[in-house]
């Protein structure tokens, strides 16, 4: 099993190939076959590794398929590194992103690209899996940049639109300013190492650096920098949002349950290099813990469906990058698993909405869908639950309340993280449910146009099963203490050393983190189902609708980096409309035409001419040789 | 065996090649041009004979031999040339085939 | 024998000035002939009488008899002559004439500055001549061979009448 590692990432290569290739002279129902088939073959592939991972009790399997390219002591390999973190990985890339084909299948069946729609998907699912399968950090690279190119192509699928290819541009230039830093990290642990290859790395980073140093805390913030731009963390989160222009599936497949998540997966791959640079850890859950407070009350105030989940998504990274800073390794990525689930069921839920309101995504011109639309409804519901963090029955509560503790009681955790991440807790469901109600309960404003078919509900039962089972599989200490994923992860990502002096009182936290979610939802259930007049009465106040607008907008940030950044830079471009340096080689091609017109006009056709030409040549060799 | 210099030989062929030169530059008849050509073609032979008469030498006159054959193809090519350029033209002035100028 | 020489120098001199201030092209060559026949007794002075017989047989027959043959064929007139004069004003001549004797002052000026060995000519015979062309001059002759076979070729094609006597590119060009 382990010698067929190098199909997994291959087969969805292969599906993107035929349907570049071959894409438009299939027939139209062959598409989402090879399509979501490759994808479908790669996840039941994982599955069966996965089954032989967990009963053979492999620390790791490794394959190296060929050596990429071996220059001055860099030679990193098209080669493959399974372990338990990289598996749960793949099992979502895969297992989602069938799902996400599967409803694509019927979400896409109209669209003149149903091709290029499923090619794209495919490339990008073969990118994410060699992102995360690599063994080396070129690999990675080559994987980080190929997911920033299909979340590219995707943004921007239907392209005749203006607004829809400058969210495309914005997705790309934004994450290439992480990536950039990502790229000068790379250079630095090649600089020290003599190697890219991950483990290698990891085994003797301990060795050459101490707790702390300059350099690893250096090369761990530029880290940082490629991971906050590829998961969308402040300062570099303004691209998300816009990126809801892609289709719906896209949204769920690429900007919340996979590539998003790829910087949490690229801090927890690397977290030897973070448990040496403390301050590095701490600036990432601090990042986490501002981008989840301000993602947070930004998604409160937005009145498009999709924008609303795609602050949610970047308010629930924000609580990945918490745990990853405070040292909760596994919480972070059991966390990143649950949030795949839920997420991704949003977005396709939220999708068959769209699809079902003629492509309308203002939530207020929807209302009453619960009884129209019953199976999306409760998914939908299920989803948010989980979102919410509603206690004991959803998925969402186990993971969200593991980081919520070990924010507070690991041993970087801090009061401060964890009144953050209590706060957003709250905000959270009062956004989510705000959301739930507007869109699902009260009157029906727009008329239904489309109802979901099997394969687009059949995805979303799937993953609203996931959102409800996945929390079982890691309790609380104090509740049955079953902690199958922490073991799981154990081999991989060190378990977190937890104050015991809070441990004993672990169930009050547990009791204030679940009124807090309960309390939210009831306040949205006031506002936006009992008394629609309190909107009114907060609407009255000049300071709410300042602050209304102001968390509108993302909290300023599009129009801060606009003035700082794109202003700036458009004035200079202005100035050098002429391009000055162009001037030089204008001025070369000036001076050989004018050099040309004066030659061709000694190209008279007179042969006498010519003839004078040989006597005043031959007068001066004479005279010059007279001379001499 | 007699008198005569290199210094009067060549002078004599110096005086007749400027001769022709001025012939062709001055000229716009295209036959007249050949005609110059062939006296400075035959100026160059006499050059070359004063000097192989100067060292006792057969090479001077074999290069007179060279240049003889040499003015006989280029005269026959050249009057054919001339033949063309009359008939498309209908005129010998060299400055009317100007049409390759740059 | 010396006198001859400058004797026969100042008639091609003369003759040759002639020739090129000639209006009427057959005047002109008719001083030609005489500016060769000159030539050859120049030739004949200074010890090369073969030179001398092929100046007259080539120059003065061949070459001459041919251009006589091609200004029959032209069939020119007392206008040609016309224009010649018309084409020949000082103003056109002066300047060229000025820069062709100022080279020809410098290369007398070589001439009589350079201080060669101050000897006489001497003969070399027809035999030597000869011998040495078909000597070391081997590859010289088949040279010569090869023009005159392209100036036969050459002037061949060129003289035949075709019917497209203007290139296809060019036909636009002269039909307008």
């Known amino acids: 099993m382990e010698n067929l590692i190098w199909l997994i990432p291959a087969l969805p290569l292969l599906g993107a190939t035929l349907l570049i290739l071959f894409g438009l002279r299939l027939p139209r129902v062959l598409v989402p076959v090879i399509g979501a088939g490759s994808v479908g073959i790669s996840a039941v592939l994982t599955i069966l590794l996965g089954i032989q991972f967990l009963s053979d009790g492999a620390a790791m399997y490794e394959q190296q398929v060929w050596q990429w390219f071996s220059v001055a002591g860099l030679s990193p390999g098209i080669s493959f590194h399974v372990d338990a973190l990289t598996l749960v990985f793949i099992f979502v890339i895969t297992f989602v992103g069938f799902l996400i084909h599967l409803y694509s299948a019927e979400f896409m069946a109209e669209d003149a690209d149903y091709s290029r729609f499923f090619a794209s998907m495919n490339l990008f699912v073969c990118a994410m899996l060699v992102l995360v399968m690599a063994d080396n950090l070129v690999l990675l690279y080559l994987g980080w940049e190929g997911v920033g190119l299909c979340s590219f192509l995707l943004i921007g699928f239907w392209y005749r639109e203006l607004a829809n290819g400058y969210a495309a541009r914005k997705a790309f230039i934004i994450t290439r300013v992480g990536d950039t830093a990502m790229a000068f990290a790379l250079f630095l642990l090649f600089q020290h190492f003599g190697t890219l290859n991950i483990q290698e790395i990891l085994t003797q980073a301990p060795q050459t650096w101490s707790v702390g140093s300059q350099t690893a805390v250096l090369v761990a913030l530029l880290l940082v920098g490629g991971a906050v731009g590829k998961s969308a963390q402040l300062p570099l989160q303004t691209w998300l949002p816009d990126a809801m222009a892609g289709p719906s599936p896209v949204s769920a497949l690429i900007h919340a349950a996979t590539m998003v998540t790829a910087g949490v997966y690229l801090i927890s791959r690397m977290y030897v290099l973070f448990e040496l640079a403390p301050t590095a850890q701490m600036v990432v859950a601090f990042i986490g813990a501002a981008t989840l407070l301000i993602a947070g009350f930004t998604a409160l105030t937005q009145n498009d469906l999709k924008r609303v989940l795609a602050y949610s998504t970047i308010s629930q990274i924000g609580y990945m990058f918490l745990a990853l800073g405070v040292g909760a390794w596994s919480a972070a990525v059991f966390h990143f698993m649950i949030h795949a689930f839920f997420k991704a069921l949003l977005f396709l839920g939220a999708g068959a909405v769209i699809m079902a309101l003629h492509h309308e995504h203002d939530m207020f011109k929807m209302g009453g869908l619960r009884h129209k639309m019953p199976v999306v409804f409760w998914t939908f519901l299920i989803g948010s639950a989980s979102l919410a963090a509603v206690p004991l029955i959803s998925a969402g509560f186990y993971s969200k309340d593991q980081i919520l503790w070990l924010g507070l009681a690991g041993e970087r955790g801090s009061v401060i993280l964890y009144i953050a991440a209590l706060l957003g807790a709250f905000v959270t469901s009062i956004y989510t449910f705000r959301m739930v109600f507007i869109t699902f309960f009260g009157e029906e404003k727009t008329h239904i146009s489309h109802m979901p078919g099997f394969w687009m509900k059949m995805p979303l039962v799937v993953l609203a099963i996931l959102s409800v089972i996945g929390g079982f599989i890691e309790l609380p200490h104090n509740f049955a203490h079953f902690t199958l994923f922490t073991n799981y992860l154990e081999p991989v990502l060190p378990v977190i050393v937890i104050d015991e002096g809070l441990s004993t009182i672990e169930w009050i936290f547990q009791i204030v983190a679940a009124v807090v979610a309960l309390a939210g939802i009831y306040i949205a259930y006031l506002f936006y189902l009992k008394k629609p007049e309190l909107v009114q009465n907060v609407e009255n106040s000049r300071f709410a609708m300042a602050m209304h607008r102001f968390w509108y907008s993302g909290w300023g940030f599009d129009a801060l980096y606009d003035a700082v950044f794109v202003q700036p830079y458009v004035y200079l471009s202005k100035l050098n409309r002429n391009d000055a340096i162009d001037l030089i080689y204008t001025g070369f091609a000036n001076l050989t035409q004018w050099l040309n017109s004066l030659f061709a006009r000694t190209q008279t056709g007179m042969l006498r001419t010519y003839m004078l030409g040989v006597l005043v040549g031959a007068l001066l060799i004479v005279t010059i040789s007279l001379l001499l | 065996m007699n008198g005569v210099t290199l210094e009067a030989g060549l002078l004599l062929a110096a005086i007749l090649f400027i001769l022709g030169l001025i012939s062709v530059l001055i000229r716009r008849n295209i036959i007249f041009m050949l005609i110059s050509v062939e006296i400075m073609l035959n100026a160059a032979g006499l050059a070359f004979i004063v000097a192989g008469m100067h060292w006792a030498q057969p090479d001077g006159q074999v290069m007179f031999i060279f240049i003889l054959t040499m003015a006989a193809a280029e005269v026959s090519v050249g009057l054919a040339l001339i033949l063309q350029l009359y008939h498309q033209l209908k005129t010998l002035d060299s400055d009317a085939a100007s049409r390759m100028k740059g | ?176």
């Open chain 3, 1 to 176: 024998m010396e006198l001859t020489f400058y004797i026969a120098a100042a008639v091609a001199i003369l003759a040759t000035i002639m020739v090129i201030t000639r209006y009427n092209m057959i005047h002109a060559l008719l001083y030609l002939v005489v500016s060769f026949l000159a030539i050859s007794v120049v030739f004949f002075t200074l010890g090369a009488p073969f030179m001398a017989a092929l100046e007259i047989i080539i120059y003065a027959g061949a070459i001459v008899v041919l251009i006589i043959f091609v200004i029959m064929m032209l069939n020119l007139n007392a206008d040609s002559v016309k224009t010649e004069e018309e084409w020949l004003k000082p103003r056109i001549w002066v300047g060229p004439a000025i820069l062709s004797l100022v080279l020809l002052a410098e290369l007398i000026y070589i001439f009589t500055a350079s201080d060669m060995p101050a000897s006489t000519v001497a003969a070399v015979d027809a035999r030597e001549v000869g011998i040495a062309l078909y000597g070391p001059y081997m590859l010289g002759v088949q040279l010569c061979g090869m023009l005159l076979m392209a100036g036969i070729v050459g002037a061949y094609h060129l003289g035949r009448q075709k019917k497209k006597v203007i290139h296809r590119f060019l036909e636009k060009e002269a039909a307008q």
